[in-house]
């Protein structure tokens, strides 16, 4: 199967990789990356969970703001995984590790104080373990959006009850449009 044939149109961008550069796509990214620099402009590691077509790690090796030492890209699917390896190769972006893993599953090997966690796939990942099992104090960044097919968010403060953070740092909505409907994006950055 070609990537472009994938049809799980579970979000209205879509899974293929042409939908996964939407304008609300790339910009909801920025938006992470714009909050994420006033709160933590170095970061030592970034995991990014269901990082698809290696999106997110695209524009933080290529924006530089925030700082990012190492970038561990965690998805389940092997060819996205793979895709995204091939296409950040391409950019030169050399700073990546590729875990082909259930986030739910994953040993958080390389966290430290100047590490996040970012998980903008909060509608499709089934399980909360990947949230559990992260120590206390992990900076986390979250978007979740309405609209979709998969988990239900409706606010931000929506996020924060079902991932409940000691310390709130920033909490907003924006609304987008991709190319099927007119949405928000909900985003949380705080620690655990
Ligand atoms: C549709 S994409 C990302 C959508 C999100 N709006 C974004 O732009 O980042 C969701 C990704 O998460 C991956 N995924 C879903 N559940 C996962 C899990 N438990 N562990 C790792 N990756 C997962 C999927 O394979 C897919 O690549």
Redesign the pocket.
Known sequence: MNLYEFDRL??S?G?SLEG?FTPD?VF??YWLMQQLDKIKPKISTAYI?????G??ALYLARYGQPQVQTIIN????AK?LSTSKKILDKFGIDNVQYIK????DLNYSDLDNNSVVIN??L?????RN?FDQLPQGTLVAL?A?DHDPGFKFSSADDILTKFPLQQVLYSGSMNLQDPQTEYTRFMVIGRK
Not at 101 to 104: F, G, P, T
Not at 123 to 127: A, E, L, P, R, S
């Open positions: 579970r979000e961008s899974y996964s796509l909801s990214k969970l269901g990082s698809w077509y999106n997110m965690v998805e389940s699917d996205f893993q259930d986030a739910n903008t796939s509608t499709d990942m089934q399980g990947w978007q959006r």
